[in-house]
């Protein structure tokens, strides 16, 4: 089951999400331009993550979609 964050970003603005995975806890913190969104489980007890699954949730059309500039990740 999924969690809803109550955080909605601004349109024509470029923002940073930060994800830090604790597979061994078994939850990520989420992160909005350096502050605290939440704090979200894992789904699944596979070892590792292996994918990211992202979506728009809007009351109109919106042509642009989501544009990703780069994606960067660091195992520990």
């Given at each position: 089951m999924f969690r809803r964050t109550?955080?909605?970003l601004k349109p024509d603005v470029w923002?940073?999400?930060a994800l830090e995975w604790?597979?061994?806890k078994g939850h990520c913190v989420l992160t909005l331009d350096g502050r605290h969104v939440a704090t979200l489980p894992q789904l699944?007890?596979?070892?590792g993550v292996?994918?990211?699954r992202m979506w728009m949730q809007v009351h109109?059309?919106?042509?642009k979609g989501i544009l990703?500039?780069?994606v960067d990740v660091?195992?520990?």
């Open positions: 109550r955080v909605s923002h940073t999400l604790d597979c061994e699944s007890r596979a070892v292996c994918y990211l109109t059309l919106e042509p990703v500039e780069s660091q195992v520990r």
